[in-house]
T-cell receptor, first 114, second 117 residues
Framework: AQSVTQPDIHITVSEGASLELRCNYS??????LFWYVQSPGQGLQLLLK??????LVQGIKGFEAEFKRSQSSFNLRKPSVHWSDAAEYFC????????????FGTGTQLKVEL | GAVVSQHPSWVICKSGTSVKIECRSL??????MFWYRQFPKQSLMLMAT?????????EQGVEKDKFLINHASLTLSTLTVTSAHPEDSSFYIC?????????????FGNGTRLTVT
């Protein structure tokens, strides 16, 4: 069965520090890959997505992610974290080819220390 | 941009009663909507795919008679939790892709926090 793994449940970084959130997906045909952010009690906002092409994708709010086929990974990065980035981050994949039927990882809770 | 509106944002109901949650696409038509459930500190689990004018498609393990889905128009899907019990307490989120754009990103509602007492 398809699966998405986010190995870090919680991450704490200082404001201004760099950030990397890890995401691995189960082996198979390259899925469509997504990163979403969820603020408390809110729905999800799409940060970025990868369908094909350049393996380094740029998203909103200064985030980027790199698809590495050899590692089945799609890690999210940001060079300098802002306090407003504190939230829950979800990696998601779609294996159906439609880009809509998503399997989510368990999420990483990001805390930003001032 | 495209917006999905979900109502109510939170609801408290007594055990045994039914609760209806609405999901509306405000500025686009959605032939398909997705309903997710999120337990505290956990990920979103897809419950069902709502299809306009036809029956919903439920994921394995989701009781279709418990979670009734109706998608009567291109802008509205409803999820009714029937005979709710405390274990149904959860955060329910709907989403919809922009119609006609197969690989468009999903637009998510802000979710509904259901508490069954």
């Amino acid at each position: 069965a398809q699966s998405v793994t986010q190995p870090d449940i919680h991450i704490t970084v200082s404001e201004g520090a760099s950030l990397e959130l890890r995401c691995n997906y189960s082996y198979g045909a390259t899925p469509y890959l997504f990163w979403y952010v969820q603020s408390p009690g809110q729905g999800l906002q799409l940060l970025l997505k990868y369908f094909s092409g350049d393996t380094l994708v740029q998203g909103i709010k200064g985030f980027e992610a790199e698809f590495k086929r050899s590692q089945s990974s799609f890690n999210l990065r940001k060079p300098s974290v802002h306090w407003s980035d504190a939230a829950e981050y979800f990696c998601a994949v779609d294996y159906t080819g439609g880009g809509n039927k998503l399997t989510f990882g368990t999420g990483t809770q990001l805390k930003v220390e001032l | 941009g495209a917006v999905v509106s979900q109502h109510p944002s939170w609801v408290i109901c007594k055990s045994g009663t039914s609760v209806k949650i609405e999901c509306r696409s405000l500025d686009f038509q959605a032939t398909t909507m997705f309903w997710y459930r999120q337990f505290p500190k956990q990920s979103l689990m897809l419950m069902a795919t709502s299809n306009e004018g036809s029956k919903a498609t439920y994921e394995q393990g989701v009781e279709k008679d418990k979670f009734l889905i109706n998608h009567a128009s291109l802008t509205l899907s409803t999820l009714t939790v029937t005979s709710a019990h405390p274990e149904d307490s959860s955060f329910y989120i709907c989403s919809a892709p922009t119609k006609g754009s197969w690989n468009s990103p999903l637009h998510f509602g802000n979710g509904t926090r259901l508490t069954v007492t």
